[in-house]
Structures are given as C-alpha cells and as structure tokens.
C-alpha cells in the first residue's frame, strides 16, 4: 500500500501549478496556566482576494505539520493542537485548478484518500485538537474542522458552506459522514443538499453556531484570543462541552427522503451529486466512520470522472473569471464618468432600474414618464424598497436619507436629463415609440451621454437610425428580477462607438452584473434559444402531443422550472411578442403558435392553475387549446428541443452574436438560471452527442466542460 506521503507526491507532480498552502506551527502557552499549545496556521502567503486551497502539496504540507505535533502530543510535550486560517480565510477546499487536470480514475481516488488520510490524524491525536473558523471556510476548510474534537467560529464570517453537490460532487473529505453524525441527518441534508441546490447558499457565523457546526461563537476582532481562553477553559474542564443526542431511528430516514424530494425537484435526477452524497448520508447512520470515508472516496472518484463535475467547473470558472473580464470589451480607460442617471418610464421595470443604479452608484437618478400620478409612484417604489432595506438593517438611517434624497421624477425630459450622463429607457416594447423616445432625450442631454436601451428583442441599430448621434446609443438588456438576475446583454448597435460602449461596460461592473458583449441581432442572446425552446415546446403540444407530455420530456434538463412555468413568469404576452419579433427575422425556424394567440387573447396568464398547490391544466386553457393528432414520446420531444436549440446556437457562432460558445453558456447560467451542472448547455448537447448530429461538430474541445482524453 502506498503511504499518504506517497499518494500526495504521485498527485503533486500531476499538477505543477499548484497554488500551495503552507501549514505553520508555532507554539505558545495557553491563558490561565493550561498549558503549551501547537497552532497549526494555513496560508497560501497571498491576500485575502486569493483564497487558501488545498492541493496535493498543500495536504502534503499538513501531513507534515502534523507529524510534527503528533510527535510532540506522544511525547507529552503539547495539552492540544489548533488549526485556523490567514486574515478572512480559513481554507476554501480541494483546489478544482488540479481535478480538472485528472485524467485517470486511480489519481482521482488518491485524491479523495490523501485528503482524509491526513484529516483523519486530527482525530487521533493524543490531545485534543481544535478548529478556529476565523474566515471563509468551504468544502475541504470545513471538512478539515469536522475531524477537530472541537471547533469556534467567527461572528464575522461570511461565507461557510459545503459546496460540492452545487458543482456536481460530494463533500469527500468527511463532510457526508461526520456532519449527520455531528449535528443529525436533518440539519446535514439542509447544508449539503439544500443549500447546495439552491443557489449554493452561505451560511453565517451566527447560524455555523446554531447548526451545532461550531461549539463556541466569538466577535471577529479578536475571535483568535477569545477562542484560546475559551479552549484553555475546556482543557482544565471549566467548560465541559455537550452535544445533543443523534437520533438515529426514523428521523435520520425521513430527513435522507425529504434530501431526495429536495434533489428530484431540483435536478429531476439529471444529475448524480445529490444522489450519491444521500447514499452516504443514509449509510453513516450506523456510526461507522471509516465505512463513511471509503464511500466518499469511490463517489468523489466516480464523479471526478464524470461529464457533470467537469461542466460545473466550467460554469464556475465562466461565471468566475469570464464574467468579470468580458470578451471583446473596449478598453476600459474610454469609459467616461457616469455622475447623474435618467430612466425614461416609470413602471415596474424602470423603477427596479431606478434602484439598481442608485444603489450601486450612489448617484442622483431621475425618472420621468406621461403623467406626474406615474412618476410619483415610480418614485414611491424606490423609496418603499430602501425602507425595506433598513428594516432589515442592510443600510442604516443616514444612508437611507440620502439615498431617498439621490432619487427624483419630472415631466419635463429638459429639465430632468439636462445634465444626465447616462439615460436609459424602459418603455413600451414597440420600434416607433422607443424611436421616439430617443429623438426627444437625444434633444435635451448633453452630447457625450449615453443612450441605453432595455429592449429585449428590438434592433438596437434600427432605434438609432434617425438620431444626430447614432454612436452613443447602446443595448442594455436587464433580465426580470434585476435585483436578483445578474446577467447584462450589451449591445453594441452598427454606431456605436468605442467609448459609449467602454462607458457601458464601466457602468455594468459598478451595477455588480455580469456582462456579455453582444452583436445586434434579434433577440440577442437568452431570450432568441428560449424563444426557440420554448417555440420547439409549443409546436409539439399544438401538433397533438398532450402538455403534460411535453413539459416533463425536457424534466431531465434540471432547468429551474419547467417551460410553460417559465412562460407564465415571462408573460404569454410578451412570450407572444418575442415569437413574432423572431418569426419576422426567421420565419424558417421560429414559429407563432395559434393556441399561444389563443391563450393571450383570452387574458390568460398562463396555462396553469394552482388550486391544490401544484399546478394543473386550467381547464379554460384545456378548453382553448386546438391540437393535431401526432402525439410523441418524452424522448422523441426532447430530442426535437435538444435539436432545435443546437442548431440555433450553431447559426449564433456562425453569425458572430457572441465571441464563442462560452458566452451563450455564461449568458444561460446568470440570465436564464440553467444548471451549472450542465454547464449552461453547450457541454450537455456535445456529450448528448446532440452538437454533432445537428451541426457535425462539438462546440468546445474535448477536456473543456469534459474530461481531458
């Protein structure tokens, strides 16, 4: 049998860019007399902006340290030994730079091994040991921490989480294993599943500390010394620590049952992660660690291996380090300075812009609309929320005051624009009027502001074409709920110049969104596939096949609802107006259904009604609807969507919309919601073998989204 020391090296040389954490000890004698102490220290020797990992070396690094301390334990020379991180940063986990460089499922399973190979020694120590989470601590920095006898954590903290599921693995390193049997099956399946799916929520020190995560909670300015009188405390015995008991009857069944319900609704069993770590979850109820640690270890390889991990790397990675450095952006040093905002229009959707801007760039933004009863209530709108935002102690008084001071309406665009650096329109969705809307904003703002758009599917080019200054004009396409969504589809117009788009750009990092270049075509990017999606959906139903039928055949997707939920979200009237917006542009390929016209016309808004709680066909839809007699299988409408929106994607990159397919994926994970686990959609289609038999090639190079041959 290899030695872990073995293992890590065989792993180390796999991956020569390893950003390496260091293992420091120091030692120290404890307050009130309680002895020497060992303080392990992990540190990569960079600021907080560059997270602490743990790669093959790193893990070699603490293997060694704790040969150190374990020697001196043995030899009575320690009463315990501490973990905690640099400034910020406990450790954030397995550095994913290196899995994705695995190739082979024997050096995917020595990673898995030589991670609880030398966590394990933390629990066999001859002294107790100690965890100080005093920063961001995920995945493998939290799993490191289970292993302790005990563990602090900071009031400050952050961000605290087990990630894996989320990218498409399984917390391996202990987490499915030591957590049920730490805090109960219940608790463990909210933080390794549920948060997971959703969104891949954090937790806060408050709530590590109310999980039972952590035995102690201290203030971050001066967590470190709180938590060593405190250890110093339960070395003499002053502070004994109890545990509830772990129920281990049928409450740890229901709540592995209830993490199923939670992933079958999530990723309808499209994706194994979820799966795998409730397998584990259900067989650390007998308590058996070691059986716990070798499941781990053969689901991580397994995963490592498979397509899914590979693609949430992917859409990490995009959304990470793509997102915030957009392709083919002008250079930022163009962008001119943005003091003052106007939106034009007053509604739902300029009002959340409204705020967004002077939230973000703490600025004064001015609405105006048709009649002041409009503009006062925009204004109301903006002015409600930031109370909400106090009431949650997100801001506090003084900063609500000036906020609510920074944001105005007006009738007159002269008086409201006249000094306006940037301007931008949220009206109705129809060529004339935003044209309009231009010629009279374009006659009253100075001669360098910007003109934006938030049309969703209208030619930007088109909407400059009769202004002086058809440069300055630009899309700027939001996706509803702003506050929420973080895509922004920028549009560069036939115009546009360098500058107005650089300002764009400038504007959209300081709004904290994702932006994504996009050439002037229809519908841009997000709404033109699901427009055809969705177009693909609506075509099977009106040919015959029943609507049940057709909504669970793309059930295996995992999107974040199913196509006729998101249709209602949208709008069948607006769904209605893209799909004619689209037939106009390619009447070959997108189509306007008769029972979508049906439906909107008898001011249905939607196909569902929810009267027991889960939706059902509303019966006056049922009675609407007009179908053909050609009923296909949930296979055959899959593979009929799949091929659709392949295709569409396909003419996309062949028109230069985006720069490359990883655009489209970027702009489907933050504007759409698809699934990181499929990394958008171009990996899905290509190892769906979907991308070849449609457009006879891959869409990214095999060992992108995949794994390296």
């Known amino acids: 049998m290899s030695t872990t020391a073995e293992l890590l090296k065989g792993a180390a040389e796999l991956f020569p860019d390893e950003v390496v954490t260091q293992a420091h000890v120091r030692h120290f004698d404890l307050p009130l007399g309680a002895g020497r102490f060992a303080l392990i220290t992990l540190d990569n020797g960079l600021d907080h902006t560059k997270p602490t990992t743990f790669g093959p070396q790193s893990l070699a690094n603490l293997n060694a340290a704790v040969d150190q301390v374990e020697k001196e334990a043995a030899d009575g020379e320690i009463v315990g030994v501490g973990i905690t991180g640099k400034p910020f940063i406990f450790a954030v986990g397995a550095d994913l730079k290196g899995v994705e460089l695995l190739k082979r499922h024997e050096d995917a399973l020595a990673i898995g091994k030589g991670g609880h190979d030398v966590f394990k020694r933390l629990a066999h120590l001859a002294v107790p040991t100690f965890a100080y989470y005093n920063g961001a601590a995920m995945g493998g920095g939290v799993e490191v921490g289970l ?13 605290f989480s087990l990630p894996e599921v989320f990218l498409g693995l399984v917390p391996g390193w202990g987490g499915c294993t030591l957590l049920p049997n730490l805090i109960g099956a219940d608790k463990a399946v909210s933080v390794i599943i549920e948060n997971s799916l959703n969104q891949n929520k954090q937790l806060k020190g408050k709530q590590v500390h109310e999980l039972g995560i952590a035995d102690a909670i201290f203030e971050g300015a001066d967590f470190l010394e709180q938590s060593l009188i405190w250890t110093a405390s339960v070395l003499k015995g002053e502070i004994v620590v109890e545990r509830p008991v772990i129920d281990r009857g049928e409450a740890w069944d229901q709540a592995v049952a209830k993490g199923r319900f939670i992933a079958d609704s999530k990723v309808h069993g499209a994706a194994p992660a979820a799966y795998r770590a409730l397998d584990i979850i259900a067989a650390a109820k007998n308590g058996d660690l070691q059986q716990g640690y070798d499941a781990e270890d053969t689901a991580l390889a397994d995963l490592i291996m498979g397509g899914e991990l590979r693609s949430g790397i992917y859409a990490f990675n995009l959304v990470q380090k793509r997102g915030k450095r957009p392709a083919g952006a002008p250079d930022k040093n163009l962008a001119r300075p943005v003091t003052k905002v106007g939106v034009v229009g007053a509604g739902l959707m300029a009002s959340q812009l ?45 900063k609500a005051n000036r906020l609510k001071a920074l944001v105005t309406g007006v009738l007159d665009k002269a008086e409201g624009f006249a000094d306006a650096d940037f301007v931008i329109e949220a009206v109705f969705e129809e060529m004339g009027v935003k044209q309009q809307v231009f010629a009279e904003v374009e006659a009253v703002a100075p001669a360098h502001a910007i003109l934006a758009t938030n049309t969703s599917s209208l030619s930007v080019s088109e909407m400059a074409s009769k202004l002086k200054h058809p440069e300055r004009v630009v899309g700027f396409h939001f996706f509803n709920p702003v506050a929420v969504l973080p895509l922004l589809e920028i549009v560069r117009g036939e115009k546009t110049d360098d500058a107005s788009l650089a300002t764009a750009f400038g504007v959209a990092k300081k709004l904290k969104k994702t932006a994504v270049l996009v050439k002037d075509a229809p519908a841009f990017v997000v709404n033109r596939i699901l427009t055809r999606f969705m177009g693909e959906i609506q075509n099977v139903i009106d040919e015959g096949t029943p609507v049940e039928v057709a909504e669970k055949a793309v059930e ?21 107006h893209v799909s004619e917006t689209l037939n106009r542009a390619f009447p070959d390929r997108f189509t306007v259904s008769p029972n979508l016209k049906a439906v909107v016309e008898a001011g249905k808004r939607g196909f569902y009604v929810y009267d027991s709680g889960k939706p059902e066909l509303d019966p006056e839809v049922a009675a609407l609807l007009k179908q053909g007699d050609t009923v296909l299988t949930e296979e055959q409408v899959r593979a009929r969507v799949l091929d659709a929106v392949a295709q569409e994607i396909g003419l996309m990159l062949d028109e230069g919309v985006v720069a490359e397919a990883q655009d489209i994926d970027l702009c489907l994970i933050t504007g759409a919601g698809w699934p990181f686990h499929l990394g958008g959609i171009t990996p899905y289609l290509d190892r769906e073998g979907v991308s070849e038999r449609v457009n006879g090639k891959r869409f990214l190079e095999a060992g992108v989204a995949s794994v390296p041959a």
């Open 147 to 159: 292993h302790c006898t005990y563990r602090t954590v900071s009031a400050a903290i952050p961000a």
């Open 354 to 398: 409204a705020l967004l801007f002077l939230r973000r760039l703490e600025v004064p933004v001015v609405l105006t609309d048709i009649d002041q009863e409009r503009i006062d209530k925009g204004v109301g709108y903006v002015h409600a929320e930031i109370d909400k935002l106090l009431g949650k102690g997100r801001i506090n008084q003084d």
């Open 556 to 576: 295996p997707l995992g999107l974040p609802m199913s196509p006729l939920v998101l249709l209602e979200l949208v709008g069948p009237a607006i769904g209605l």
